[in-house]
């Protein structure tokens, strides 16, 4: 096998890391090339499919398997953090700084390239004792998409694999939070959004310290 | 429109099979079938071969090997049996199984008052042939059968139902469809 | 009213002494039929429209899924539609294996005999009231959907329920193959798509 794949012009060949003269590596590119490129939802279905039996082995509680989807999907979102902000232009590419172009990132960017639309929604938590509590709205969460929750499993939300994406890009960038997802969806007949999904990020209270310091200065 | 017809089989109110004909002979086993075209080939003495063969074909349905057609016979009533029961409970008492279709063939059913039942397969193109069997009923059963003085009230392996003018009648009936 | 309006013809024939000769009614058979196909298709139904009911049935002929549309079937309890399920896979795989007719043989350009396709099993039954059809996929499982007499494109109908099917089904990670089937997803998908169906008659 090696030897079929050996460059045949080894010389010319530049090997390794090297980085080219237009300045673009590999990692500015998707792997997908063609702009329309698509994955495979299937294949990204059944994937998943196996991750959430997988992770629900075993299991003592709901919490359980929810923790264990947040713990997969939480290197994503430290990894995705560092290539989207590399991608970005030169001089945008700060990582973001305060609590809301934090969120604003991850709504816009990160979703976008994920699920290849923004998320649908952005709000502060209207709770005045809880200042430290905003949520990212998702009608459809890509990862439900083909999911029933069995009615004994009834508060489990698979999305909290993209919880912990989440949680990763947070932690990425210094705003360590817990973050959950919940349904919030009617399951009446004819309602539009059956599986409409809140992300509850909340903020660990360090964070809020140094935003509070930061509004002030 | 010409309809290639396979066999027709009634069956009594005891479900017994009380008459069976086929119209096209079973297919010949293909091991068989290869080394005679062979044969034919390397001799160049095909016309003759393939005449005798023919003979040989056309003459099978009417000894109809007895195993095989007896098992069909039993599989067809077991098969029309349970459909017809299927349909009585799902589309009420009122509603009658009328015919089925797989990729190979057709199966026509029609049962009358009397719970005598007709099973005719045909290509699985067919139209609806339920006035055909209808039409076997009235003008082939009722009136060489039924009406024969010859013939027992009880068709008890087939008795009376073999006669000369329903064979023949069933017979042209048929392959004037085909 | 079949059986009423046939009746006085064949009263007629007998009437005319023909019987004696076995010629005479065989070809008043063959130029009735005619006749006969109008009177059938204008035998008024009561249509309760499009497609009344689905069941799916697992490949060891256990029923994993039914529910009805529109009240055209009789309802059944469970049990019934357990028994129903068996004995539908038991007549499928009786009907593969009755083969009347002969294949032909299908020769091709090199000289080498194609291999016919396997046989299928019943694909569509038809009774007064309503059509069956059913769907058998690779994998044994089958889908049978009751429609009235008059539905068409149901298999368009068909692959479009095996596309549910596949999607919101083997594609649910709670899902256990061959299980009962218990996917409010698929509930929902189903019966909106099935709604639209209906609706567009």
């Known amino acids: 096998m090696s030897n079929l794949q050996a460059p045949r012009g080894g010389a010319k060949e530049q090997s390794g890391l090297r980085y080219p003269a237009n300045g673009k590596t590999i990692y500015h590119r998707p792997l997908n090339r063609a702009k329309t490129a698509e994955l495979s939802g299937a294949s990204f279905a059944y994937l998943f499919s196996e991750m959430v039996s997988y992770a629900s082995k075993k299991i003592e509680s709901i919490q359980d398997l929810e923790k264990r989807l947040n713990v997969q999907g939480h290197p994503i979102g430290l990894k995705l953090l560092d290539l989207l902000l590399y991608r970005e232009p030169a001089r945008s590419q700060t990582r973001p700084l305060n609590i809301i172009t934090l969120l604003h990132f991850i709504k816009i960017n990160v979703w976008q390239h994920l699920f290849g639309q923004a998320a649908d929604g952005l709000e502060k938590s209207s709770d005045p004792s809880k200042p430290d509590e905003y949520m990212i709205i998702d009608n459809e969460p890509l990862v439900n998409r083909y999911i029933s929750v069995p009615r004994d499993m009834s508060q489990l939300n698979c999305a909290a694999y993209v919880a912990g994406i989440i949680e990763g890009v947070c932690d990425g960038a210094a705003f360590p939070a817990r973050v959950t997802a919940h349904s919030v969806g009617k399951q009446e007949e004819g309602e539009m959004w059956p599986g409409r999904t809140v992300f509850l990020v909340k903020f660990a209270p360090e964070v809020m310290e140094r935003e509070t310091f930061l509004g002030k200065g | 429109m010409p309809v290639q017809v396979y066999s027709l089989y009634i069956f009594d109110r005891h479900t017994e099979c009380i008459y069976s004909k086929q119209w096209f002979e079973t297919p010949a086993p293909a091991p068989s079938a290869l080394p005679h075209d062979q044969h034919q080939q390397a001799n160049g003495n095909g016309p003759a071969m393939a005449t005798a063969g023919e003979q040989q074909q056309q003459q099978q349905p009417n000894k109809p090997r007895r195993n095989k057609g007896a098992d069909d016979a039993k599989l067809i009533f077991g098969t029309v049996f349970s459909l017809r029961n299927m349909v009585r409970k799902l589309g009420g008492d009122d509603d009658a199984f009328i015919s089925f279709r797989t990729s190979q063939y057709k199966l026509h059913y029609y049962e009358t008052p009397t719970n005598l039942r007709f099973a005719l397969l045909t290509e699985p193109g067919a139209l609806s042939m339920r006035n055909v069997l209808h039409q076997i009923y009235i003008n082939l059963w009722v009136e060489y059968v039924v009406k024969n003085p010859l013939s027992p009230v009880e068709h008890k392996g087939g008795e009376g139902v073999r006669n000369e003018m329903f064979e023949l009648g069933l017979d042209k009936f048929i392959r004037g469809l085909m | ?201």
């Not at chain 3, 065989?26 to 035998?43: G, K, P, R």
């Not at chain 3, 039954?125 to 959907?145: I, P």
């Not at chain 3, 429609?147 to 109908?157: E, G, R, S």
Request: hydrophobic share 35%; glycine share 6%.
């Open chain 3, 1 to 201: 009213m079949y059986y009423a309006q046939v009746r006085p013809q064949s009263v007629l024939e007998t009437g005319c002494g023909e019987t004696s000769d076995a010629h005479c009614p065989a070809q008043q058979l063959n130029s009735s039929i005619q006749l006969e196909a109008d009177i059938s298709t204008q035998n008024p139904v009561e249509q309760i429209l499009g497609i009344l009911a689905l069941i799916v049935i697992n490949k060891a002929g256990g029923l994993i899924y039914n529910r009805t549309f529109g009240d055209g079937l009789n309802q059944l309890n469970t049990n019934d539609y357990l028994v129903l399920a068996g004995t539908f896979h038991g007549v499928h795989a009786i009907t593969t294996r009755l083969n009347p007719g002969h294949q032909p043989q299908q020769i091709t350009a090199g000289g080498i005999p194609s291999r016919p396709d396997p046989p299928s099993g019943l694909e569509v039954m038809e009774s007064e009231n309503f059509r069956l059809q059913c769907f058998n996929t690779l994998t044994g499982t089958k889908f049978l959907l009751f429609t009235d007499t008059l539905q068409a494109n149901v298999d368009v109908a068909m692959r479009k329920i095996y596309d549910l099917y596949a999607d919101f089904v083997t594609k649910n990670p709670f899902y256990q193959l061959e299980m009962p089937i218990r996917c409010d997803t698929f509930d929902r998908k189903l019966n909106s798509y099935i709604r639209e169906v209906n609706n567009a008659r």
